[in-house]
């Protein structure tokens, strides 16, 4: 009788796997599986189907992906299957995510028999440096985070002594521990879609100077295919996008090189964020010296005085209205409106860090210091923290949307597609 069971598959290396339905005939013999099991495949009241099904897969044998006579067939890995019952996130499922369990209210991690209290998505990594080294002292992981670690050992930790817990405040990642990590990511988007990234780096609140403790890191990348993939009868219904399943962690997505220089051609403010990120992963050197000079002769006024103010807009009106609102949110609608003034008064692109910008145009001392607070504020909560709506910043902010509301920027022609072509075919041609 053929029969399936979850089963967990090497995905990229033998350190990383993903959850699957693995369908046997009757022989016992692997006739199929399906695509990767995601946790948003199961409903709310259905989530702790999904801990159990990482939790028995576990204890079965692992697998990995190969071919038999040219097609795709798997076999067992090398790594052994865990022996005993383990507790696991469902939300970053691979081996560094073992020994995890997230409690309805609860979060806790367990290693050797410890139990780690408070433990947030960091763990899920931080496991990852110890899995090979099961004699590891915990505290050797602590130089990677930010941790309050005044109560690390209030129960009389002793390394390999069972039983006391061990708790550890406000443990997140740090840019340093995941910029190699971010790198594997990537890499493994280059060999999952066959392409080559020209350019990687960071963007939103970690670009701009305000994130929070809990932020996400959103990794963002242009990339090029294959001279061949552009030739196809059938290109222009093909995926210009690559977008990886957002968690916890990272946030990855990428547009295809066609796609983005067409939107540099419209000058697009996004991508002009991007050429500006403080923090860049990847780049290819012959792509920046061939695109670099081009983008001031791109960079419109105009359009991009307009996508900061509706921007500034909808932020205002969806998120501040209230007694309460998202502490955040001031800052999205803080920045947009802080560039519009650069853009008023320069003419050029604006710099992406948003204290450049209240370091030029903030000059009164109360509101000042109100914007300080808001940042220190951001820096120690969390990204969904709420607070007290701040009366002073809402004035601030209205004046600003009435004042820039009827304004309409000077119109200025950026050049024909010419110069783009040329960086596109020069990269295209590239060996």
Partial sequence: MATWDYRLIESGSSTSFELYEVYFDASGEIEGWSDVVLLTDFDQDEKSEY????????????????????KPALAESEVEPLQNSLHICGLFPDLTAILIHYADIEKSWCYQGHLILQCDHSGQLCYEEIVNDVSCDLRTLLPHFKCDI??????????????????????????????????????KIERQYQVKILYACESGSRAWGFESHDSDFDVRFIYVHLQDWYLKLDMERQRDVIEMPPNNVFDINGWDLKKALNL????????????????????????????????????????????YLHMAKGNYRE??????????????????????????????????RFQDLVNAFIKDKILLETIEHLLYVKSLGSEKQLGNSMPNLNQWIEQKLTEFDGMKPQKIETPNLAPLNQVFLKQLRKP
């Fill in 51 to 70: 801990y159990q099904a990482w939790s028995d897969a576990l204890i079965r044998p692992l697998l990995k992906p190969t071919e038999v006579d040219g």
């Fill in 150 to 187: 005044a109560e690390l050992y209030n129960s009389g930790f002793d390394e390999g002594e069972l039983g006391n817990p061990i708790y550890l405040h406000g443990q997140f990642l740090t840019s340093e521990f995941m910029h190699p990590k971010i790198l594997q990511q990537l890499e």
């Fill in 264 to 307: 540099l051609a419209k000058s697009n403010p996004v991508l002009f964020e991007w050429f500006s990120s403080p923090v860049v992963y990847k780049q290819d050197h012959t792509f920046i010296e061939n695109i670099s000079p081009l983008l001031a002769d791109y960079f419109s006024s105009q359009k991009t005085f307009y996508h």
């Fill in 319 to 352: 998120y501040l209205q209230g007694d309460r609102v998202r502490l955040k949110k001031y800052l999205y609608v803080l920045r947009p409106l802080l560039a519009i003034e650069w853009i008023l008064k320069f003419e050029n692109p604006i710099p992406i």
